[in-house]
């Protein structure tokens, strides 16, 4: 099918300004995007195959509904077969977190009438990426100050509300972020202008490839963070590579890649002596060496990290997720001591995580810290024969909203470890365990491409 040639299953209007077909699209659900255009646009099956390149029966079990008792339906999650299907129905790419495909580019070129502002603001588009998009347009030129520090402003409330914030929403407007700043680079501009945005580019790689891997996304964020990496040598940024590399160590940490993670604390520290991404490293360092049993590495590592965020001014937003906080110390310390034992300092320390990570009011404002100080105190209280406590501290964690699946299994999985050892035979520790399995196999299903 050429690119510009119809197609026999192009989504209406009607059918594209649903909810719940937004919802399915979105979530790259296309098997429901199926069953609904059946519903709601009379388009059939048979048309849906031919516009897509599947079989009937195919799109038939897509379509299903998962509550017929016939198991899971299947789902579409190779990036080239995803865009023959919004290709083939017509679903416009930033519907699916995609730039633009080429038949709506081919349209726009076909389409005299010039752009209105003030339409972008009807889309329900990307919030701070549109006032960007709408105060470069107002002033006539490719961009302006004004909408560079929109768009940096845009990227300092995402990471700053990394901690507590829903991973997809997150997700979602991070994509947008990053569709909207690298259409920008095709613009005319200065060469600082362009080292700006490239700038900007890169943090929005690095944010991307922590949400995408918080969700299960390995692959995807693993692309992410090396184009971060890329585009810190393109700009000369050394704090954007250093975090690449940071982010190499966390992943390399979650996957009990010892090598593979003190390698990389290594690049980061060659990569940026200054900023606090240093201290993260440190951090890193020791976590893996108290996994390894190196309790004078952890100590090392732990003064030489504590040396450094002495030495940095406190920040003025701690909740920042790409700046080192003091607070954020008892939790890598937590870490360490429980891993080596220690489980009176360790408990020690996560009790002050819980309470450093607790507003005023009741709320949790870095949920996903909390959670795993929980599995510590829950691994502690494990060890002194209280497995009402361990196994009450351990369910709290795994019910979080906010959560870091990688990061959140790695400690589960500890104090999994210590309730089947200690108390083999009760109840509660096999029920632990068999939750432990299922948030497992659900952080294994196939996952997205973006």
Known sequence: MTEGAPTPAALPPHVLERADVRSAITNHDFGEVFRLARLHGQISYAKIAEAVGYKREHIGKMARPETDGKGTRPRITQHHKILEVVDGLRIPGHLAGLTPRPWELERQRQTSQPDDP??????????????????????????????????????????????????????????????FVTKQLESRMTLRQHRELLVDTGWLFLLNACVQYDRGQREAANLSKAAALRIGDEAGHGEIKAWAWEIEAWFALTQCRWR???????????????????????????????????????????????????????????????????????????????????????????????????????????????????????????????????????????????????????????????????????????????????????????????
């Open 260 to 450: 593979d993670m003190v390698d990389a604390v290594e690049a980061g520290h060659v990569a940026d002596q200054t900023h606090s991404v240093g201290v993260q490293l440190y951090a890193h360092k020791a976590r893996a060496a108290a996994r390894m049993g190196d309790a004078r590495l952890v100590r090392d590592s732990l003064d030489a990290g504590r040396a450094r965020l002495d030495r940095l001014p406190r920040p003025d937003h701690p909740e920042h997720h790409f700046i080192i906080d003091p607070d954020k110390w008892d939790f890598y310390e937590m870490d360490a001591y429980r891993l080596l034992g220690d489980d009176e300092r360790a408990a020690a320390h996560a009790r002050s995580v819980i309470r450093i990570s607790t507003g005023p009011d009741g709320t949790e404002i870095s949920p996903m810290r909390a959670a795993e100080a929980r599995l510590t105190l829950g691994v502690a209280a494990a060890r002194t024969g209280d497995i009402e406590q361990a196994v009450g501290m351990g369910t709290t964690a795994l019910e979080a909203d906010r959560k870091s699946l990688p990061s959140l299994l790695l400690v589960a999985n500890e104090l999994d470890k210590e309730l089947r050892s200690r108390y083999p035979r009760e109840a509660a520790s096999r029920e632990f365990h068999e939750r432990i399995l299922t948030i497992t196999r659900g952080a294994a299903t196939a996952e997205l491409p973006f």
């Open 118 to 179: 003030s339409t972008l603001l009807t889309q329900g588009g990307a919030g701070l990426w549109d006032i960007a998009e709408l105060l470069r347009r107002a002033e006539m030129t490719s961009i302006n100050s004004t909408a560079l520090e929109s768009i940096e402003q845009g990227i300092d409330q995402l990471a700053r509300a990394y901690p507590y914030a829903d991973a997809d929403y997150l997700h979602q407007r991070t994509r947008n972020g990053l569709q």
